[in-house]
């Protein structure tokens, strides 16, 4: 490969990279300014989860929403991680995990089956349309903070350990 193409190449991820990032806006500090309105989504009945329709942030309660897919290696060895902060943050923060997975790939039993697999016990939902999954995730698992109001306060792409999501939760949201 010649050293020219080479260049072009890096220069043209550079530009994919940015535009994603604006795309999301995005800042470069990681805590963008963003309100999110409250979207109703199909729960899904499971351990922990109610199913019939949830609003997403849960309004009135900082959230810590967690995108993931059954599919996904990454969001299977970070369910203890959750399991873990979950327990530990129960009182601050409300947790949902958000699945794109169209009931067609994955049924509902499916996804519930996997949540037993995996100790989930929290409220997890099907975001069919991807409204929230592409606004707010380029990839899985993708964790997002919300404040009692819908403002995002943190968001990071990739799997975290249980400290990392104590952590998080703890010096975003306000006081």
């Known amino acids: 490969m010649r050293r020219r193409d080479l260049i072009a190449g ?3 991820a550079a530009v994919l990279g940015g ?17 999110q309105e409250a979207v109703a989504l ?3 009945e499971a351990t922990g989860s109610t199913g019939g329709t949830l609003k997403v942030p849960i ?13 996904c290696r990454s969001c ?22 958000v699945t794109p997975e169209s009931e067609s790939a994955v049924d509902d039993t499916t996804v519930a089956e996997w949540w037993d697999v995996y100790d989930g016990n929290w409220q997890i939902v099907r975001d069919e349309t991807r409204q929230l999954v592409i606004h707010y995730s380029l990839a899985t698992p993708t964790g997002v903070l919300f404040d009692a109001d819908g403002r995002v306060h943190w968001q990071d792409t990739g799997s975290k350990t249980e400290s990392e999501i104590v952590e998080a939760v703890r010096s975003n949201l306000p006081e």
């Open 10 to 12: 890096i220069a043209g």
């Open 19 to 35: 535009g994603a990032i604006g795309a999301l806006g995005l800042s470069g500090d990681d805590q963008p300014d963003r309100t």
């Open 42 to 44: 199909a729960g899904i």
């Open 59 to 71: 309004p009135d309660r900082p959230t810590f929403l967690d995108i993931f897919a059954t599919t």
């Open 76 to 97: 299977q060895r970070q369910m203890p991680e959750l399991r873990a902060a979950h327990d530990r943050l129960s009182d601050e923060v409300a947790f949902v995990s």
